[in-house]
């Protein structure tokens, strides 16, 4: 049995801790299936969408550049989900002479957006194979008003999702009342512009799952699995389900205290908040296949996110270790909630950067979480079970099974490709000591022919968790606080298979 050795430098005072994950360096059982190379997409509101992208005469470069940056890496451009809770309140006015009508009241709160044809040459400006979900209003229950939405938008877009977190209307629907809306509308929807494949999204439900979950109240709650069983997909319409996930909150002071910078950048509870949907991603994935599972809106922190929390390079770590380890738990897609401020670069679009460059044009590509490894309750959360690192290191292999590549150079199923390293450790800015780091010894998992010859090593860096700027965040060398690169591309050869990981900070290893 090889071993990944961790060596973990837990105070400047070189006090090395250990920590073993098991090998075998092949392909895991449970690693996932291909990955969508379109893993890392983007959700926007409805209301603020022409904000984003601007029009013909004066397209929005950076989100231009932003999207763009991320097709260069896999080949394919990023999702986009236009949609949200201004969805809900979104109508249909083929006379309106602009594209987007945003009436707000008094104070400023937006009541509702009317979208006209214009709207459609605002999306046009998206690259032409984006995949889009346009969400329908169903709050209003007018399924008129809803027809019309998807009539007008069909011709540049395919699939629809019907409503926007229904499980927090005021209607207080069930599975089975959301069922009687959703299945005869996406049915005769369908039928209205002649398609005979399954084009919906399901659920777009909101409420985290409870644990456990065999419990009557668990199997009661409203999202996909409840939905599905009470016969949302009778009529053959549902492609994907999507459920929104946030992690923190500041809705309320209880929630809000919990949103903290040091929770944040923290393994164990991003893979514990994870694992709450791991049944329903089973159960999902078991009756709409393989790809059909997706976090069609996520953040760490609801409502509206926080000052010095979502808008640091901590960010960046939470949310490369959430795609990371949501794929790894095969999760399809996530498009990341890109919520009502100005077009601008965060330090958190790197981590972006990281796993399109992690996917890069491989088809083939299949993910498995190796380092903490898991329990036989599919959970990676082993602090109990010998994770010395308290949630700060998590490593993922990748492996090309259909990769031509030869298995001595780390092609096929008996090695990985690639791997990322992660050190959750906080580390800021601001903090006197000297930066730790880890010593990850990777050489377990590397091809004979590879340990000679060294690795490829890409990092993803900032002067700490607690840094604003994305001029300071810097992926294989390079800031994108502009949209594109700046600065001298960086790409080390690490020998030895032993990488250096600083507290606060990945690398992607490949070779
Ligand atoms: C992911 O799905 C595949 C089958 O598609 C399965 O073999 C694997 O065990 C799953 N992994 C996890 C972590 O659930
Ligand atoms: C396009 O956007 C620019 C910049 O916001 C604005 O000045 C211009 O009026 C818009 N053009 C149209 C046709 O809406
Ligand atoms: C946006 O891109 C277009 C086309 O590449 C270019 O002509 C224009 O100058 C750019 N605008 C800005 C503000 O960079
Ligand atoms: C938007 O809200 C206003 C104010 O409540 C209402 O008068 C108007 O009819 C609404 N628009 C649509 C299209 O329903
Ligand atoms: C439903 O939507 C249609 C089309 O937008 C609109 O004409 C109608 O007034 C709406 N009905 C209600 C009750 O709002
Ligand atoms: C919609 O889906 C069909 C079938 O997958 C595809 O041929 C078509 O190009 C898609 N259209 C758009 C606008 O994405
Ligand atoms: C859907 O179509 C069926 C059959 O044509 C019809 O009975 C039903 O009223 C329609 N539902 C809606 C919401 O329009
Ligand atoms: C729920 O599942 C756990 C673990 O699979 C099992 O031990 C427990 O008995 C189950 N509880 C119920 C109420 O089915
Ligand atoms: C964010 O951090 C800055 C710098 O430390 C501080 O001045 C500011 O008060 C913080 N904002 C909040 C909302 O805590
Ligand atoms: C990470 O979170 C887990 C679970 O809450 C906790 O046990 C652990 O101490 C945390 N790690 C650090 C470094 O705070
Ligand atoms: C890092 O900074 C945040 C505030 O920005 C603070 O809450 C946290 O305790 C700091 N952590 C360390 C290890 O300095
Ligand atoms: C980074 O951006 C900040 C403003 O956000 C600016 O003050 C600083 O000069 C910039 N640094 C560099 C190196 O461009």
Known sequence: MAALSVWLALTTLLSYATANA?????????????????????SIELAYFTEYMGNQSAPNNLTQNVFDNLKQRTGVSPEVRIGGITADSAFWDPNLGEAVYNLLDSSGALVN??????????????????????TLDLENLNYTGALSMAEAAWAVLNVSAVGNEPDHYSLDLSAQTYTSYWEPWSVNISKVLDVNYPEFQVGVTVEDPLWPYNTSAAESQFDCVSALAAGADDGDTAKTCSEHTYQYSVCDTTRAADATLTNLVNHTRLAMYLDLW????????????????????????????????????????????????????????????????????????????????????SRTLQIANIFPGRQTNGSSITTAGGDASAGQLAVYGFWDEASSASASAGGGAEYPSKLALLNMQIYNETDAAARPSVTVDISAYLPSGVRDTGVMAKRLVAPGADVKAANATMWAGQTFAHGYAEGVYVEETVYGGRVEVEASSAVLVYW
């Open 113 to 134: 957006t009317t979208l006209g044809p214009q709207f459609w040459d605002a999306v046009k400006l998206l690259p032409d194979d984006t995949n889009i979900v346009l």
């Open 278 to 361: 791991q049944p329903r991603i089973r159960a999902v994935r078991d009756q709409l296949g393989p790809d059909s599972f997706v976090i069609g809106e996520f953040n760490s922190v609801s409502c509206g996110g926080k000052d010095n929390v979502t808008d640091t390079f901590g960010q960046a770590m939470w949310l490369l270790d959430t795609a990371l380890y949501a794929a790894s738990i095969n999760v399809s897609r996530f498009p990341l909630a890109n919520n009502y401020g100005p077009a601008q670069v965060y330090p958190a679009y790197s981590a972006y950067l990281f796993v399109a460059d992690a996917i890069g044009t």
């Open 22 to 42: 098991n090998g075998p360096p092949s392909l895991p059982e449970w690693a996932t299936p291909p990955l969508n190379p379109a893993l890392a997409s983007f």
